[in-house]
């Protein structure tokens, strides 16, 4: 077995183990450890949030204070905490719902969103970057001034102009791949924090 294996089956075990629906669990984790992205009290909109993992996460940090609401076309398990929005980032309208849920402006906006893979690599990143440039269109409706976001990206061609296109609106913007990412996978994260320059 390649140690790449080895490490991929002990975040998948570790998450069975410990009752988190994803292995991606822990790079949200690891990530809100270094940056402090979600902190309680926050209202958190998850979008292309299923199977759930990071919404797990979400409620655990923000608390019985915080809100968390989740946006996928995929069908979501309920999630005691969090309240799911069957929809497309795609459509815009989806933050009048998130909005309407919340009460107020979020916190944070965490984007975890992979497109379903065809196999062809310069279609599925630039797929995946499309639809983080929708989620950051409903972000720019429910997210608050001071806000922080995060956002997964296939590393490639796209990247580094979504990462300019960011840059516009945070007042920081990290690049990051933590440690539960496979080594050979392309994702990286980009850690948005102090929105509204």
């Known amino acids: 077995m390649k140690p790449i294996d080895a490490k991929r089956d002990h975040y998948r075990k570790l998450a069975r183990e410990q009752g988190f629906r994803s292995r991606a669990t822990y790079k949200l984790l690891e990530l809100n450890n270094s940056y402090r992205i979600i902190g309680p009290g926050f209202y958190v909109v998850d979008l292309g949030c299923a199977p759930g993992g990071w919404s797990q996460v979400a409620v655990k940090l ?70 983080n440039y929708s989620c950051s269109k409903i972000m720019d409706r429910v997210l608050t001034h001071k806000g922080n976001a995060l956002f997964k990206v296939f590393d490639g061609e796209y990247s580094l102009e979504f990462r300019d296109y960011l840059k516009k609106k945070f007042a920081k913007v990290q690049l990051r791949k933590p440690n539960a990412s496979r080594k050979p996978s392309s994702e990286m994260y980009y850690i948005c924090l102090g929105y509204g320059i």
């Open 62 to 131: 923000a608390g019985n204070k915080g809100k968390v609401v989740g946006v996928d076309m995929d069908y979501m398990e309920e999630l005691p905490g969090a309240y799911f929005i069957r929809g497309s980032v795609e459509d815009e309208s989806v933050a009048d719902e998130v909005l309407e849920y919340l009460g107020s402006k979020a916190n944070a906006v965490i984007c975890d969103i992979a497109p379903h893979v065809s196999g062809h690599w310069s279609v599925d990143h630039a797929k995946q970057i499309s639809l």
